[in-house]
């Protein structure tokens, strides 16, 4: 079985956030499984029972044109239909019933791909809540410098507005 050389930046280009979650498109996987569109149409309609809506789903016109109007040039030739997407779980089963030494080594290097953007995201969540929680400590602390400020002009407007006293006691 050889290796199927791929850089990642290219899967990662081909996943697309639709519906609140990362999915590929059918003529993306088609490209990098080598085979047709028409071929993953024809195994999803074979096997509908093994891609539920969480696995795969059909965008919806408004969905689609937003897709497209996402891509400076067009790449969508002669759609004719809505096109399917895939969820990282549907890219597997879709492997599955594909039967391809190509198609189980591309899902494989996807799988790795999405578990890495999963990875980044939430790196980057946890990063986020750090840094928000910094930011609070931050205003904290503000406020506590400004109330110090605060005391610290009062005791020096005491001190100005001392007034002399006489003094009691022996004279020297």
Not at 84 to 94: A, D, I, K, R
Request: proline share 2%; glycine share 2%; charged share 30%.
């Amino acid at each position: 079985m050889s290796e199927i050389i791929i850089p990642d930046e290219i899967i990662t280009n081909k996943i697309y956030f639709v519906r609140n979650q990362k999915v590929m498109l059918d003529k993306d996987l088609a490209e990098l499984f080598d085979v047709e569109t028409k071929r993953i149409n024809e195994q999803i309609k074979r096997n509908s029972l093994k891609f539920p809506e969480h696995f795969m789903f059909q965008l919806n016109e408004n969905e689609f044109q937003n897709l497209k109007s996402q891509f400076a040039t067009s790449r969508w030739g002669g759609t004719r239909k809505l096109p399917y997407v895939f969820t990282e779980h549907g890219v597997l089963q879709l492997a599955n019933v594909l039967k391809s030494e190509r198609a189980t080594q591309m899902s494989i290097k996807i799988i790795e791909v999405f578990v890495s953007l999963r990875e980044f995201i939430t790196n980057n969540l946890n990063t986020k809540l750090e840094i928000e929680e910094i930011k609070k400590k931050l205003i904290n602390h503000d406020k506590n410098i400004e109330l110090v400020f605060s005391y610290l002009d009062e005791l020096m407007e005491k001190q100005d507005n001392k007034v002399e006293r006489n003094k009691i006691g022996y004279k020297n």
